[in-house]
Structures are given as C-alpha cells and as structure tokens.
C-alpha cells in the first residue's frame, strides 16, 4: 500500500525543484514589488492615527482642568458670600457690644474675613487666568488636530486608491505561489522561506553573475560553477547561504564574448615576408 502511494507521488529532479523554486522567488518578489509601491503609507497612517488619539487625549485632559478651574471659582465665589455675610453680622454685633473684649474680638473677625474675601478674589483672579491660559492651547491644539485628521483622510484616501490596484495583483501572485509551494518538498520549502527571510533583498535564490553569486557577488570556484551548471544538486552559498542557480535555468541570456582564432604565422610564411 505504501509502495503504491510512493510510486503514485511524482519525482522531481533537482533541476525541476530549482525551476519551481526560482519561479516561487520571481513570484514572491513581485509582491514585495507591490508593496513597496504602497511605500510607507500603512505605517504613516498608523503614526497619524496614534497621533490623533494623544491629540484627543490632551485636548480631554485641557478641558478636565478647565473644568476643574471653574469649580475652584465658584468655591471661592461661595466663600465670598460666606465671609460677606459674617462680616455684616458681626458688624450688626458691634453696636451690642458690652465692653472692650468683644469689640476687639469682632473687629478681629470682620478682618480676618476681609483678608478670606481678598485671598478668594486673588485666586478667582488667578484661576481666570488659568482657565484663558488652557482656551488658548486648546484653541491651538483643536487646529492641530483638525489638520491631522484632515492629512489622514488624504493618506487614507491615497492608500485605499494603491491597495485597490495593487489587490487583484498581489492575490492573483499569491494563489500562483501557494499552489507552486505545494509541488516543492516541505524541507526545501522551509529552506527557501529561512533565507528569503534572513536576506536583506528578500532574495533566497540567485543566479550565477559573472563566476560570482549573485546575492553577495562574491566569487564562486570553478568546480562549484560546473556542479551548478549540471543541475544534480542544490548548492547554496558558503557566503550568504543563498540557493544558487546557472544563468539559463532562470531564463537568462548571458553575452559570451567571441575571441577571434589568432592567426597563423608559419615558418615559411616568415621566411616568405624576409625574402620579399
């Protein structure tokens, strides 16, 4: 049974699994194609987000104190009204008074009660200007806000107008790459994903350039040149570990320099040239 399953499973050669492989990594960089087309337009929506939400929180904090402020007024208002009215009660009792004591006593209150309404007023004065002092960053604040909001509609705008024609694209790529991924062995495939993804350039598999890898350009020994070439193994880069491929498997046409046969120069037609 299990004989039959194996025999049913196609074989790939390794120039087969280095094909898909190099097809999957043309896919995989035409996505990233795709999103730096997008840019940094996901992440400057986010900042701009996550700046309107301090903004706000600010802008809420301003008005709490302002609020706070206006309760602080009207405290002291009601103290006013307090030291207001004891003053004009003690002031009725100084005409009863019956000797020094109590009239000094009174007179005591009626100007500590002044000195209670002069400090409120100094506060209410100095709460006043606490509570202008707070409008005028708000004020500042609220056309802050109102300009970032207005910049993240346009960064929005601008980033759905890229996804909407970049998403048709970059789905189509991708169900093109999770159906090659199936065809590729799960251990060349977890291979391929490692060293994409620890590659600055997203590249996992490179193309031979001029005897040298193509992903960190450093020079390959001729022996390994011909074993890529043959396609028997899958070689990788002692370097930066990048798969790495002969130039006409990946589709590339490379220029080979034709050097001309040098001509030949026999003894006799040395000897001719000398006779003459």
Known sequence: MATDKQSAEKEYTVEEKLSSLYQL??????IDKIK???????????????????LETRLQNYQAEIQDYENAVVEQKHRITESTGLI?????????????????????????????IEFSEKKIREFGEAINHKKEEIAQLTERLDGRKADLVQKKSELEEIVSETKQEEERLREKAKKLETTIEPRLLTAFKRIRKGA??????????RGACGGCFNKIPPQ??????????VIVCEYCGRIMIDPELAGVQIEHKVEEAPVATTKRAIRRKTAE
Do not use: C, H, W
């Not at 600055?200 to 350039?209: D, F, K, T």
């Open 224 to 233: 390994k040149q011909m074993d890529i070439k043959y396609r028997k193994k």
């Open 25 to 30: 990594q043309t896919m995989m960089t035409e």
């Open 88 to 116: 004009e009660r003690y002031k009725s009792q100084l005409d009863n008074v019956r000797n020094n004591r109590e009239f000094d006593n009174l007179s005591k209150e009626i100007e500590f009660q002044g000195l209670e």
């Open 200 to 209: 600055r350039n997203g590249l996992a598999v490179v193309y031979i350039q």
């Open 36 to 54: 730096t087309l997008r840019g940094e337009l996901p992440l400057e929506v986010q900042d701009l987000e996550d700046e309107i939400i301090g």
